[in-house]
């Protein structure tokens, strides 16, 4: 952002950015490569295990209840609700970052609000599903559904999905953390003083980093 | 990432002008394959129309597809430099190989387990009850 480089001129002559990025913008990419290779092992390992297992539960019969509506089957669309209130929230965080770049204090609070709250309905979502699986019988070392071949089941199935759910669910966390921070720096107008909304930049990348993840998360174990 | 983004002028820069319609165009294409995954998840739940591998073959399709977008648009990685982008997508290469050899490692496993672990190889053709699972009686998984 602090340099830019005519036309024609070399890039790594020196005196500018040869990526065009702020540092910092620079290093929060790195910091995703490397979240990205820890969930990468993650979801790789739950993959070679599932790949070592005979069977395995059918995600249509684990996951097909819905708050309210008592034991009624509706297969995934508690999960789908998630992933839309996650996507959502990933465009207001885009529209955050674009008030920035126009200076606009007022809709960047705005923007930066609406995304926190996906983030905490997002939460709250996951709350209300492992509750309810946890009434079921499922936790850690806990495993009440067969296999969808109806052999029985072992403990990695769960095992697997309450680890990497909540290492995602702590990264929302983590997230919402850092966009209130945002938030309340953006009301005092610490960036107005700066100059430039790039913080919002690099919580955006992390925000939009944990909506990558989910789409994995929600292929490996409500599709697969 | 075509060579109009990597040659800046010396202008003072608005370094990308934020464009709103394609964010939204990109909320509507991740929206249309989520729902559309969930359609094929639900019909093949009902009527089992196709052989599942080829099915996952396709949500793993779709889930690069989604991926991709999130990445160049919510993140603006598809308008940085191209060097920039080079930096992130070649080592996230090693995910194919990543891929690749622990599932593979993952079935030699069964393989071996299938043929040379007498219980293991019964387990996977016993059946059992379908419980009406409330906690206590059997502690599945126990070995």
Known sequence: MAHTVPVGQKWWSGGKSPFNVEYGKLMMWYFLMSDAFTFGAFLISYGSIRFSSSSWPNPNEVFRTFPFIGEMSVPLAFVSLMTFILIMSSVTMVMAVGAGQAQDRKAVMKWMFLTILGGLAFLGCQAWEWTHLHAEGAWWGRNPFMNIDGTQSTTNFTNYFFTITGFHGFHVFSGVIINTIMLIKTWRGDFERKGHYLMIEKAGLYWHFVDLVWVFVFTCFYLL | ?143
């Open chain 2, 1 to 143: 990432m075509d060579s109009a983004n990597m040659t800046t002028t010396g202008l003072p820069q608005e370094k990308s002008e934020f464009n709103t319609k394609a964010i939204w165009r990109t909320f509507w294409i991740l929206l249309a394959i989520t729902l559309f995954e969930l359609l094929i998840a639900i019909i093949y739940y009902e009527t089992h129309f196709f052989p599942k591998h080829l099915l996952n073959g396709v949500f793993i399709i779709m889930t690069l597809a989604k991926a991709f977008f999130i990445i160049a648009e919510f993140m603006h990685l598809g308008h940085e430099i191209r060097n920039l982008v080079m930096t992130i997508a070649i080592p996230a290469l090693l995910f194919v190989w990543f891929l690749i050899a622990f599932t593979w490692d993952g079935s030699s496993y069964h393989n071996l387990r299938m043929r040379y672990d007498r219980y293991q190889f019964e387990q996977s053709k016993t059946k059992v009850q379908k419980t009406e699972h409330k906690e206590e009686g059997k502690k599945p998984g126990v070995e």
